[in-house]
Nanobody, 116 residues
Framework: QVQLVESGGGAVQPGESLRLSCAAS????????MGWYRQAPGKQRELVAQ???????SYIDAVKGRFTISRDNAKNTVYLQMNSLKPEDTAVYFC??????????WGQGTQVTVSS
């Protein structure tokens, strides 16, 4: 069983930064693909950024150049550095671990609110 615990959310003003962290339990982190998703009120959950076990990254267009996903396999942790935040980034952010042999796991989510 894998458990994911997100942290780092909060309320900020437009243009400010936050760094989300997601710590994973278990021993499969380093061989798993990791993703950050978000869900705004009344909208479907969407993939924001992902990083493969080989550290290949990808982003949706809305966050390219502003968000950076990274991972530290020694700490079983994935990060999402979010800069130049906009009100439209307001959402609950979820961490996801995906490993073909073990399935998909989700964290409980962390709220990010961007407002002046």
């Amino acid at each position: 069983q894998v458990q994911l615990v997100e942290s780092g959310g909060g309320a900020v003003q437009p243009g400010e930064s936050l760094r989300l962290s997601c710590a994973a339990s278990g021993s499969i982190f380093s061989v798993s693909d990791m993703g950050w998703y978000r869900q705004a009120p009344g909208k479907q959950r969407e993939l924001v950024a992902q990083i493969t076990s080989g550290k290949i990254t990808s982003y949706i267009d809305a966050v390219k150049g502003r968000f950076t996903i990274s991972r530290d396999n020694a700490k079983n942790t994935v990060y999402l550095q979010m800069n130049s935040l906009k009100p439209e980034d307001t959402a609950v952010y979820f961490c996801n671990l995906r490993q073909p042999a073990w399935g998909s796991y989700w964290g409980q989510g962390t709220q990010v609110t961007v407002s002046s």
